[in-house]
């Protein structure tokens, strides 16, 4: 789709690493995320997990970007945080997309 698309298109792409909810745990296969990330990488397009369901240690690592040694640009947290006593959530995001939203720290 990026190609189709056009890359200048494409904003981000965003994954649920393990799809909790539509698949019931359903994990990736061997390699995906690591295509994943070259292709967003290739195509100057940011990855963002979405680990509200999975991290905190739902996955046997804090996160699945660490289970399966995959970084995204921006990953996305929440439940688990608060470990559901209080609504919580938050996001991590790598250096590069901070500095280009606030300046050099």
């Not at 990953?75 to 559901?84: D, H, R, T």
Request: glycine content about 12%; some cysteine.
């Amino acid at each position: 789709m990026i190609q189709w698309e056009g890359p200048e298109t494409v904003a981000c792409f965003i994954a649920e690493p393990i799809m909790n909810h539509a698949w019931h745990g359903c994990t990736p296969p061997p390699g995906y995320l690591e295509r994943l990330r070259q292709i967003c990488d290739r195509h100057q397009v940011t990855l963002i997990y979405d680990e509200i369901v999975t991290g905190f240690g739902r996955t046997g690592s804090m996160f699945a970007a660490q289970t399966y040694g995959v970084s995204p640009d921006i990953l996305c947290m929440g439940k688990g945080m608060s470990s559901g006593y209080a609504p919580l959530a938050g996001i991590a995001i790598q250096e590069e997309i901070a500095n280009g939203l606030l300046g050099p720290c």
